[in-house]
């Protein structure tokens, strides 16, 4: 399975573990979600990854492979999947136990608070570096987490961070060392969860109320722009050639 449910008290803890970089495909978008829902009776959620990796993004081999028809098919799994993060009434923390790339990126941003590794581990949205768009669940996650002000020089240039210069950008909340990283992540889950659990929801539910309210009305007219880009033959070229620079 991709997606690891591991109980921690009253603390769940969702571990994906989907190949060498924890990717984003159908198969890990689909098991996110439904390990939210089996989840569903923790005051809180953390969030991390296996290995070294916290999510290093969309798995672009599946999209080199699958082409066009498999865009179609992943684009509105990818979106439901940081949506249920996004959208999670109750306090979800992300364990960032190393690189956070692209659309990992954007599931750290959809956590309520992020422990950040002063290991090796980089955070930085790269989607504009392969030509590839952001389907605009992602967008308003990234608009929310970090403001609308600070995107251009969060997304144009699709540079990544580590250690204190992702700290100070505000990309992590604090850090932790390595082997402390998911302690120190449950820690702040169990205390967020000791609040009284409707008012928490009802809270999290008004701050993020615009950044939702601009999905629903937008996303049914932008996520068809969204998927004619990425299934284009530009993009998907430079999908490949940028999984060919990786095989290499």
Not at 83 to 101: E, Y
Not at 204 to 223: M, N, T, V
Request: proline content about 6%; charged content about 25%.
């Amino acid at each position: 399975m991709p997606v690891f449910l591991e109980s921690h008290h009253d603390v769940a803890v969702l571990r994906i573990d989907h190949g060498r970089g924890n990717t984003l495909d159908t198969d890990s978008c689909r098991e996110l979600v439904r390990r939210l829902e089996d989840a569903e009776q923790a005051r809180a959620v953390v969030l991390t990854g296996t290995g070294g990796v916290f999510c290093a993004g969309v798995d672009l081999k599946r999209i080199d492979r699958g082409g066009a028809s498999y865009v179609a098919e992943f684009l509105p799994l990818l979106s439901d999947a940081l949506l249920a993060v996004f959208g999670c009434p109750r306090p979800v923390v992300a364990a960032l136990n190393g690189h956070a790339i692209a659309g990992g990126a954007v599931l750290a941003a959809a956590c309520d608070h992020r422990v950040l590794t002063t290991g090796p581990g980089r955070i930085g949205v790269t989607e504009l570096l392969v030509g590839l768009p952001f389907p605009l669940a992602a967008l308003e996650i990234l608009r929310c987490a970090y403001g609308t002000s600070r995107l251009p020089s969060l997304i144009y240039p699709g540079e990544t961070w580590g250690g204190e210069a992702a700290l100070a950008r505000g990309l992590a909340d604090e850090p932790a060392p390595p082997e402390e990283v998911l302690e120190r992540a449950v820690a702040v889950a169990a205390r967020l969860g000791e609040l009284p659990a409707e008012p928490f929801a009802h809270t999290k539910a008004q701050i993020r109320q615009p950044f939702h309210e601009r999905i629903a009305e937008y996303r049914h007219s932008d996520d068809p722009q969204v998927q004619r880009l990425w299934q284009s033959a530009e993009a998907l070229a430079a999908v490949k050639s940028y999984v060919d620079r990786m095989l290499r």
